[in-house]
């Protein structure tokens, strides 16, 4: 079984930054791609952004220029850098993993970002 687990998260305020890891039970190079969701109360979850194998990003255009997802294959870690933080980005955010072999999704149990002034 796979697990991930999520760390980073936090209180901030408006315009800050933080970092999200999501650690990997096993090579990240098994996935075909990684991403970070986000969930807000009362809210459906999101795709804020993902990784492929290749390492190509894609972002959410609620958070273009803000956020950058990374990865780094030798410690089996995913990143969300999160810069220039809004109140509308809190929510609980996921790390999620795409296995090549059936498509077998695999969730974090979640970090909590609160931005507040």
């Known amino acids: 079984q796979v697990q991930l687990v999520e760390s980073g998260g936090g209180l901030v305020q408006p315009g800050g930054s933080l970092r999200l890891s999501c650690a990997a039970s096993?090579?990240?190079?098994?996935?075909?791609?990684m991403g970070w969701y986000r969930q807000a109360p009362g809210k459906q979850r999101e795709l804020v952004a993902s990784?492929?194998?290749?390492?190509?990003?894609n972002c959410a255009d609620s958070v273009k220029g803000r956020f950058t997802i990374s990865r780094d294959n030798a410690k089996n870690t995913v990143y969300l850098q999160m810069n220039s933080l809004k109140p509308e980005d809190t929510a609980v955010y996921y790390c999620?993993?795409?296995?090549?072999?059936?498509?077998?999704?695999?969730w974090g149990q979640g970090t909590q970002v609160t931005v507040s002034s």
């Open positions: 999620n993993a795409v296995a090549w072999v059936f498509n077998t999704r695999y």
């Open positions: 096993r090579s990240i190079r098994s996935f075909k791609n």
């Open positions: 990784i492929i194998s290749d390492s190509s990003t």
